[in-house]
């Protein structure tokens, strides 16, 4: 399932309108994407962003900030969709977050995708742990902060290492978060991860369960920030 891309400008009607003409925006989603090195998280990321693709395997120490934007229930959000290195451990506090400039703003995103590859198992394991550290150190505050697992290169299926099947029923059943496979190579089910992932905030923060998603992908290439 799809969702179309919004291309309008944001200065074209993108925003609203509040009382007395000034315009108001809801306050941003924050996006946190996590996993280990190879797995295709900056891939996912620039085909969401710029439907564009590279063999090339890009190895990062920096996080990538993009801003992008979503209709959600009429109302236009920003998306701060941050692209992680693979960090060795989830940060237990405020102090240690800001301290490594690789995971500042990490504790305080409002979803995390967590990405595996489908033919690494290391890689899934890597997912496992960071999904408990992120339940036993996030400050959840007063809602409970949606975690959507996504096993990437989907194209490479010969190559799995673990059923589907057995990780879509551990992770929705005994970790009760959201599962999505995806192929950022042939940009198959890209929309609808990042669809899963809005729909899983939509749940905490609108009143409207069915959120109605559409996407504006990213406007211009400098408004990737390197951190």
């Known amino acids: 399932m799809h ?51 590279s063999e090339v395997v890009v190895s990062s120490k920096t996080r990538r900030v993009h801003i992008s934007a979503a209709v959600l229930n009429g109302h236009v959000h920003d998306l701060q969709i941050t692209d992680y290195p693979a960090i060795s451990s989830f940060p237990v506090s405020s102090l240690q977050e800001w301290s490594d400039v690789c995971c500042r703003g990490i504790r305080s995103a409002h979803v995390y995708i967590l990405v595996y590859d489908i033919c690494c198992f290391d890689s ?17 505050g007063s809602g409970e902060t949606p975690i959507l697992i996504v ?3 989907r194209d490479l299926q010969r190559g799995r290492v673990i059923p589907r099947h ?3 029923d551990l992770v929705r ?17 890209i929309l609808l991860l990042f669809g899963e992932s809005l729909r899983s905030m939509g749940c905490a923060r609108c009143k409207h369960v069915h959120a109605t998603i559409r996407f504006q992908r990213a406007l211009r290439r400098e408004r990737c920030v390197l951190m």
């Open 3 to 53: 969702w179309p891309a919004v291309c309008e400008s944001r200065e074209g009607g993108a925003a609203h309108r509040g009382r007395g003409g000034n315009r108001t925006m809801p306050p941003p989603f924050r996006i946190a994407v996590l996993g280990a090195q190879g797995v295709g998280k900056t891939a996912i990321v620039q085909r969401f962003l710029h439907d564009d693709y």
């Open 151 to 153: 096993g990437n290169k």
């Open 124 to 140: 899934f394991e890597y997912v496992k742990t960071m999904r408990q550290q992120i339940l036993e150190t996030r400050v959840m």
């Open 173 to 189: 059943k005994s970790w009760k978060c959201g599962y999505v496979e995806c192929s950022a190579k042939f940009n198959w089910h």
């Open 166 to 168: 057995s990780v879509s």
